[in-house]
């Protein structure tokens, strides 16, 4: 079984997903970021699945420190873009994009489209004592029209999950977190954690 003093390291610099993932491990899990490390590089994203990048970031960080890490990676895959922007959607709008810029893309290529249908994927990999394992979590949903809310970051303003009626940005972080596709992966991580 995990312990409390149980500590992984979530091989991100986006601290939107430390506090997300922190509100889900509560506090049996510690989670630590790369900049605890004094680590902060940008580590390549090269692959072209989500599982793919998300092993390549938690390699690239275990072979540098030698401890138990995890990373993520996420995909918006839209129905009527056959996908797009999936493994891509950080760098939609060019490879140093805004959240906004990319945003504005989406409603762009869906003005006028009406299948809206949408769901974000990701994939955690997991290397404890220096094994690999994988996670999924997926979350169906629509493209509003418009953007709405505040919270959240990347897609969130208008990406509008099936069992609700508001957005990923108005919901706030912890209806989000009890929803999301990184929730999802993530949860099923912490019970494998806490039943080994
Ligand atoms: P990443 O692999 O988690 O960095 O995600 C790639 C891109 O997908 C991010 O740059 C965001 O634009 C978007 N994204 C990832 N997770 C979320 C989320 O929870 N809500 C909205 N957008 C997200």
């Given at each position: 079984m995990a312990t409390k003093s149980q500590t992984l390291v979530f091989v991100t610099h986006n601290k939107h997903k430390i506090s997300e993932v922190s509100a889900i491990t509560g506090s049996d899990i510690s989670v630590l970021g790369m900049a605890d490390f004094n680590f902060f590089e940008e580590i390549p994203e090269t692959a072209e699945t989500l599982e793919g990048n998300a092993l390549q970031k938690a390699r690239y960080f275990h072979s540098r420190f030698h401890c138990n890490c995890f990373a993520d990676d996420t995909g918006l895959e839209v129905e009527a873009l056959g996908g797009r922007p999936g493994v891509y959607s950080a760098r939609y709008a060019g490879e140093h994009a805004t959240y906004s810029q990319n945003v504005e893309k989406l409603l762009d290529e869906m003005r006028g489209v009406e299948n809206r249908r949408a769901r974000f994927v990701t994939v955690v990999a997991l290397i404890l004592d220096g094994r690999e394992y994988l996670f999924e979590g997926e979350i169906k949903g629509e493209i509003t029209r418009t953007p709405s809310g505040?919270?959240?970051?990347?897609?969130d303003p208008v990406f509008k999950p099936d069992l609700s009626d508001k957005t990923f940005a108005e919901l706030g972080e912890d209806e989000k977190n009890r929803c999301s596709h990184r929730g999802i992966a993530l949860r099923k991580m912490i019970t494998f954690l806490k039943n080994r």
């Open positions: 505040s919270s959240g970051f990347g897609y």
